[in-house]
């Protein structure tokens, strides 16, 4: 067999890539034909490919190594567990210390009564979890018809069938039967592309009570949960109106049905806090947790419950789990990663330091003639692309069309930006210095300019009808 490492030429290693492996979220012949870049190594907020390029990753891999790069701590940790115990089930009335000692952590972390971890190797996998959890609740409660889960439009909760079916997404749901039964979406809080003339916080209201006119359409009596992301990550860092989360919760309230926060990207210090409910004031019954949870050193997921939630499900045999649940080499990294994420205060001087820095930073790309809003929170960013700014205009071409040409240009630029459709989002590791946000938003202007000529000198500089 050839050995494939870091030192084979590029060109050499894009044709294997494109010959042998399939990508997630990938037009795969677009993709061979001009090869992926190949990453190979990272330190900090810095990754280098395979020729030698520094790239500022502004987006933290994917939302989740919020400690940064190459902390030998976390590989230290994880070859300790894989030597003293690399895997052992928690099925069948075991347990082991790596998960006893992670959730023991977890329940100190997170706000309110919720106390019980259920372990999950993803985010997907999670939010699969919490769709037969709440509906196993209702159930052992003497209420099975109360099956009827919540969610939005624009929504992301993962890419399983179940998790994929939470989600909102009109692209994933046309491919392979989604949703699955009794989830039903409602409009999402996205004033600046929904809103129109209304203002803002009366958007917000609007939008939350949508879900009110859901519950009383669909009847009380058949829902079990509602479920969103304090901040919609993957539909584009939309950051609600003030007023939609407290009405959200109001109704919630009123109805008895649980609020499930996917905190998949919000948790762990990405606006400042170590969850995004405590930044919007949600008191969720369930939250789910991947990504920041390990900063992606290793694959691990969960949902964690309230004491109401671990009382009733523990009153039956909950016919559920992964083998990977709990996987001890994945709590010991994570624990480590909390660790350091509490020691080195590194959520504090998110709040403290670099989120209101970058804050200034990033509102300033608002006055790039290509910018139609730039919006923060924590370290979470977007910008909406337009080729009118005072109409909040779209570009008549296909979506998605300007902001590619605009990721194009900050990957030549050495920046890591993603783009949604024609918005364009950050979410850079916590660990981001003053220095590296002055890197990242000059990288920004230079990119939004070069793209702004290219859309241009293409003709593509046209509002939609
Ligand atoms: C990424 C994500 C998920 C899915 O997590 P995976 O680990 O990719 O399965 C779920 N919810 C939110 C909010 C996410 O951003």
Redesign the pocket.
């Known amino acids: 067999m050839t050995a494939i490492t870091n030192h084979l030429p590029t060109a050499e290693l894009q044709a294997l890539d494109a010959a042998h492996h399939m990508h997630p979220f990938t037009h795969g012949d677009g993709m061979n034909a001009k090869g992926a870049r190949i990453i190979t190594r990272a330190r900090g907020v810095t990754l280098t490919d395979s020729d030698g390029n520094e790239i500022l990753d502004a987006m933290a891999g ?3 190594v919020n400690i940064g790069y190459g902390r030998d701590e976390l590989a230290e940790v994880a070859a300790r567990q894989m030597r003293e115990l690399p895997y052992y089930n928690t099925f069948f009335q075991t347990s082991h210390v790596p998960a006893i000692a992670l959730a023991t952590r977890l329940a100190e972390l997170t706000p309110g009564d919720l106390n019980h971890v259920f372990y999950a ?7 699969d979890t919490n769709i037969r959890m709440v509906r196993t609740y209702w159930a052992e409660k003497g209420a099975p018809e109360r099956n009827i889960i919540i969610a939005r439009k624009n ?6 069938m179940g ?1 994929a079916s939470l ?1 909102g997404m009109g692209g994933m749901h046309a491919q392979g039967g989604m949703p699955i039964p009794d989830i039903h979406h409602i409009d999402q809080p996205h004033w600046y592309a929904e809103g129109g003339d209304t203002d803002p916080e009366a958007f917000g209201l609007a939008r939350a009570r949508q879900l009110e006119e859901k519950i009383e359409e669909l009847g009380p009596h058949r829902i079990a949960a509602f479920i969103g ?1 304090p901040v ?3 539909g584009g860092v939309i950051i609600p109106p003030d007023s939609y989360w407290p009405e959200i919760q109001r109704i919630c309230d009123k109805y008895g049905i649980l609020l499930i926060a ?5 948790g762990f210090g990405r606006t400042g806090n170590w969850f995004g409910s405590q930044t919007y004031g949600i008191r969720p019954d369930i939250m ?1 947790i ?2 920041g949870l390990s900063s992606g050193y290793a ?1 691990i ?1 969960g949902s964690i419950v309230s004491d109401e939630v671990a009382r009733v499900l523990n009153g039956c045999e909950f016919n559920h789990g992964y083998t990977y649940s709990g996987h001890p080499v994945s709590c010991a990294v994570a624990l480590e990663n909390l660790r350091i994420l509490d020691e080195e205060g590194i959520v504090t001087r998110v709040a403290d330091e670099t989120a209101p820095y970058l804050k200034e930073k990033w509102e300033s790309l608002a006055a790039h003639p290509m910018v139609g809003e730039a919006r923060i929170v924590g370290l979470m960013g977007s910008l909406a692309l337009t080729p009118d700014k005072s109409a909040r205009a779209k570009f008549a071409s296909d979506p998605g069309t300007v902001g590619y040409i605009c990721r194009e240009r900050c990957f030549a630029n050495n920046l890591v930006m993603r783009h949604v459709g024609d918005r364009m989002i950050i979410s850079p590791p916590l660990v981001i210095s003053k220095a590296e946000i002055d890197t990242l938003v000059g990288r920004a202007w230079r990119s939004l300019d070069e793209a702004e000529r290219q859309v241009r000198d293409a003709g593509l500089m046209q509002a939609a009808a």
């Open positions: 994917l939302w989740c190797g993803s985010g997907s996998e999670a939010n929504g992301y909760h993962g890419s399983s998790s989600g992301e919609q990550g993957a996917d905190e998949v990207i919000c789910t991947a990504k694959p997921g």
